[in-house]
């Protein structure tokens, strides 16, 4: 349990997740995935979070 965060779920090495997109708009044909995430060291030292976009095309 984090001081700061408190329960957190803690993945090692990689993390795969499925996701369903549906199209917000009929005619919508790209989007956006906008991802955040952040690194700890197990002796209890947490980096900054990181922020990613990922562009999706072909929805």
């Not at 997740?17 to 995430?37: D, E, H, M, S």
Request: charged letters at 15%; aromatic letters at 10%.
């Amino acid at each position: 349990e984090d001081p700061f965060f408190g329960a957190s779920e803690v993945y090692h090495d990689v993390v795969e997740a499925t996701l369903r997109l549906t199209p917000i708009a009929k005619n919508q044909k790209n989007g956006v995935l906008n991802i955040t995430y952040q690194g700890c060291w197990e002796g209890g030292i947490c980096y900054p979070l990181l922020k990613t976009s990922l562009t999706l095309s072909g929805l």
